[in-house]
């Protein structure tokens, strides 16, 4: 479905994503796990081409990247780290009702996706509320229900459990594991890591691709995780590892 071959992003001097090649399927849930910095943010934009690469290919769907815009832009959707950048309607409904009316639903129809997407998310009780009212978790949550309400066939989520309390997480899980949709999910949290998806990709800290598999093996790999930045020294001695 999507193919970096060879990928690297410069801005300006500055190097955030070097040498990556990457296939991803239809459906796979891929997880994206970095330190602060590694590039995660950097290559989701270049998935929904927001970005292009300064050097190296990106395939959609087998298509050029001039040739897949229209497509990606129609079918994948990207949620950005700071749900304030994506909340700009007047109450929560008619956010999550955006992309609804823009596919041309009636309103009846749209009324029933986005009860039922403020449901799967617990927030119906914010329906007629302004998003600028509401608490950063809430407004992640809102943002994440206007996302899935347009049902796109790639689902880019960055950082989405950065303001989220347990029992949202566990919602969300759930919502990745059942939805069709291709997911590649960013996280600085290793902990959460295994339960977003099945496939880990690991950014190091310079923003090379450092793992591609299953999660289980990546995190019994002390030099793996030393190299990610997950584990390191205090006083010289002792090894910690970052479970947040
Ligand atoms: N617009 C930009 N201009 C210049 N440098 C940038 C820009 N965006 C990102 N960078 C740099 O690129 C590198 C990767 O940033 P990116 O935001 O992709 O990382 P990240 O893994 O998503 O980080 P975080 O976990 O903190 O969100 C960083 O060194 C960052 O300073």
Redesign the pocket.
């Given at each position: 479905m999507m193919e970096l071959k060879e990928v690297s992003v410069k801005?300006?001097d500055?190097i955030?994503i070097k040498d990556i090649s990457l296939k991803i399927g239809k459906g796979e849930k891929v997880v994206l796990l970095?330190i602060?910095?590694?590039?995660?943010?950097?290559l989701l934009k270049l998935l929904n081409a927001l970005i292009y690469p300064s050097s190296g290919e990106f395939l959609y769907k087998g298509k050029k990247l001039k040739d897949a815009i229209k497509d990606i832009r129609k079918e994948s959707i990207m949620l950005f780290?700071n749900p304030d950048v994506m909340l700009f309607n007047p109450t929560v409904y008619d956010e999550v009702a955006y992309s609804l009316r823009k596919k041309g639903l009636k309103e009846s129809e749209v009324k029933e996706k986005v009860m039922y997407w403020l449901k799967e998310l617990a927030i119906e009780d914010l329906v007629s509320l302004p998003p600028y009212k509401l608490s950063g978790g809430q407004k992640q949550r809102v943002a994440l229900a206007s996302v899935l309400a347009a049902e796109p066939q790639i689902l880019l989520l960055d950082?989405p459990t950065a303001h989220m309390d347990l029992p949202s997480v566990g919602r969300l899980i759930e919502i990745i594991q059942k939805t069709e949709a291709t997911c590649v999910i960013?996280t600085?949290h290793i902990s959460l890591a295994p339960e977003l998806g099945n496939r880990l990709v690991v950014l190091s800290p310079h923003?090379r691709l450092l793992y591609d598999g299953a999660p289980e093996n990546f995190l019994k790999d002390t030099s793996l995780l030393l190299e990610a930045g997950f584990m390191h020294t205090h006083s010289g001695s002792q090894w910690h590892f970052h479970s947040l």
């Amino acid at each position: 479905m999507m193919e970096l071959k060879e990928v690297s992003v410069k801005y300006q001097d500055r190097i955030a994503i070097k040498d990556i090649s990457l296939k991803i399927g239809k459906g796979e849930k891929v997880v994206l796990l970095g330190i602060n910095g590694s590039g995660k943010t950097t290559l989701l934009k270049l998935l929904n081409a927001l970005i292009y690469p300064s050097s190296g290919e990106f395939l959609y769907k087998g298509k050029k990247l001039k040739d897949a815009i229209k497509d990606i832009r129609k079918e994948s959707i990207m949620l950005f780290q700071n749900p304030d950048v994506m909340l700009f309607n007047p109450t929560v409904y008619d956010e999550v009702a955006y992309s609804l009316r823009k596919k041309g639903l009636k309103e009846s129809e749209v009324k029933e996706k986005v009860m039922y997407w403020l449901k799967e998310l617990a927030i119906e009780d914010l329906v007629s509320l302004p998003p600028y009212k509401l608490s950063g978790g809430q407004k992640q949550r809102v943002a994440l229900a206007s996302v899935l309400a347009a049902e796109p066939q790639i689902l880019l989520l960055d950082e989405p459990t950065a303001h989220m309390d347990l029992p949202s997480v566990g919602r969300l899980i759930e919502i990745i594991q059942k939805t069709e949709a291709t997911c590649v999910i960013s996280t600085h949290h290793i902990s959460l890591a295994p339960e977003l998806g099945n496939r880990l990709v690991v950014l190091s800290p310079h923003g090379r691709l450092l793992y591609d598999g299953a999660p289980e093996n990546f995190l019994k790999d002390t030099s793996l995780l030393l190299e990610a930045g997950f584990m390191h020294t205090h006083s010289g001695s002792q090894w910690h590892f970052h479970s947040l």
